[in-house]
């Protein structure tokens, strides 16, 4: 006769459960992961405020570079109440967000106007936009902050202020080179 407890087959049949070596070792591995993932999680709001700045400095770096390329004047019309702004180009002396908005082609009427805020961008907002006494950042043909649409008067460069909840960040433009950089001013 054949005994039933040495045959593989056996052995297979009574082996269908884990140990409980075998869970504790899963549930720890489990809750080291999700130690590790949680923390980064809240970090996902400073992401999304982040990538908000990084469209402003991306539109402000395309309005000087075009400027440069067309030999042309360029501003960017800062709408602070509602945190948004137009990118504007400048055919004569005037600027006129209502009849020179530049050409955007991945906008759906084609106007080059951005709106920061909502969830998308961590509740990032525009808080403020000062250029030379004005809420307009205008370039000149040679990627230079301007004064005004017309004149050789150069500008005093200024500042976009964007916050959300519990950061703020200034986009600061030198004057004379239009040099842009990042700081941030408070938060976590």
């Given amino acids: 006769m054949i005994s039933h407890r040495h045959s593989p087959r056996a052995s297979a049949r009574c082996r269908r459960g884990f140990t409980l070596i075998e869970m504790l070792v899963v549930v720890s591995i489990l809750g080291i992961a999700g130690a590790m993932v949680i923390p980064q999680m809240g970090s996902v709001g400073v992401l999304r405020v982040q990538a908000a700045i990084r469209q402003i400095v991306s539109d402000v770096t395309f309005a000087q570079s075009d400027a440069i390329a067309f030999q042309q004047r360029r501003a960017i019309v800062f709408d602070v109440p509602n945190s948004r702004y137009t990118l504007v180009s400048i055919p004569g002396t005037t600027i006129d967000p209502a009849v020179n908005t ?87």
Wanted: no cysteine; proline share 5%.
């Fill in 102 to 188: 530049m050409f955007d082609p991945a906008k759906r009427d084609g106007r080059y106007v951005v709106s920061i805020g909502g969830t998308e961008t961590g509740g990032a907002r525009i808080t403020s936009a000062v250029f030379s006494g004005s809420s307009t950042l205008i370039f000149d043909d040679m990627g230079s902050p301007a004064a005004a649409a017309s004149g050789d008067t150069p500008g005093l460069g200024g500042t976009i202020r964007v916050a959300n909840a519990d950061q703020v960040y200034d986009i600061v433009i030198e004057p004379y080179t239009g040099r842009i950089s990042v700081r941030k001013i408070e938060g976590n």
